[in-house]
């Protein structure tokens, strides 16, 4: 009987302590898609001040500094040879294809209309990494995550007026390249920290960033103004370094699948911030389409 009665208090502990890894878990791929949904009006900034070649290459720049920085500082040990080529994936998907291909697109489309590329992004990324390390979602987490995918896009597009423009080639392939390198970096999170994840992705793109930003400020025109300067560190410290160091962290804890759902809500707080930064407008179905996706994160939750 004292046995029965310890094994029941170890389960409990158990259980207990899984729920606190999983809400914690949540809280920090919350905080990173709160730091992503920046990303599209502070390019807007940076834009104001900077050539898009230049945009993207003085950003992984700054941001692998920062990154480098930290390791040093810190002694981390370079990483195994065997975690090289996911680490590529995710340099060549999060730190050069997305920034690049949203930021050439941000030239011609507007931050809301770029926001269809956030609201496939959740769904892309659990069909990836079911294919990738062959998570399994149950039935009922598709049917909230096509739901909720469905809801946004509806609503993106609407707000957009419906129209395909020329820039939603670069979206559409960002989409892939960035569920490429979340997939992969949630799965390195797993062997190793999240923030030297994207740490060691960001400094293996320094050969490139740093020429890269030489040659793109020497042919690009620069003007400096308040708002471009900060677009331009938010969207280098902020989105592509901190919020994905958060980000990955999350993954690790609660699983791709269900951290990627918590993107849903992203394109809707991007609109938000358009609003309230660039002077954008979207109409009075948003908060109908904020509840929908708000519902259809509950239920990938809780599958």
Do not use: N
Not at 69 to 94: D, I, K, M, Q, T
Not at 172 to 193: I, K
Request: charged residues 10%; proline residues 5%; glycine residues 10%.
């Amino acid at each position: 009987m004292r046995t029965q009665s310890s094994a029941t208090v170890a389960s409990r502990i158990a259980v207990t302590a899984l729920r606190e890894r999983h809400g914690f878990g949540t809280a920090l791929a919350a905080l990173g898609v709160a730091a992503f949904s920046l990303t599209f009006p502070a390019t807007a900034w940076g834009l104001q001040s900077f050539g898009p070649w230049s945009l993207v290459a003085v950003r992984s720049a700054l941001a692998a500094l920062v990154a480098g920085g930290c390791l040093l500082f810190l002694r981390v040990p370079l990483p195994e040879r065997r975690h090289l080529p996911g680490l590529a994936v995710v340099a060549g998907g999060v730190v050069l294809g997305f920034p690049l291909l949203t930021t050439l697109a941000l030239q011609t489309s507007t931050t809301a209309h770029a926001a269809v590329v956030v609201g496939l992004l959740p769904l892309t990324t659990a069909v990836l990494s079911a294919l990738r390390i062959g998570s399994r979602p149950s039935r009922r987490f598709w049917l909230a995550a096509l739901a909720g995918a469905a809801a946004v896009v509806t609503f993106t597009v609407a707000q957009s007026g419906g129209a395909l423009t020329a820039a939603d080639g670069y979206l559409f392939a960002a989409l892939l390249v960035c569920a490429a390198g979340y997939t992969e970096g949630g799965r390195l999170a797993r062997v190793m920290p999240g923030w030297q994840v994207i740490g060691w992705a960001l400094v293996l793109c320094l050969p490139l960033s740093v020429p890269a930003a030489v040659v793109a400020l020497t042919y690009e025109p620069v003007r400096l103004t308040a708002q471009g300067i900060a677009g331009l560190l938010w969207v280098a410290l902020g989105s592509q370094f901190l919020g994905l160091v958060v980000w990955y962290r999350g993954m690790a804890a609660i699983g791709i699948p269900k951290a990627s759902q918590l993107q849903l809500a992203q394109p809707l707080l991007t609109l938000v911030w358009s609003a309230l930064l660039l002077g954008e407008h979207f109409t009075a179905a948003a908060p109908l389409t904020a509840v929908a996706v708000l519902v259809c994160i509950a239920v990938t939750q809780r599958s």
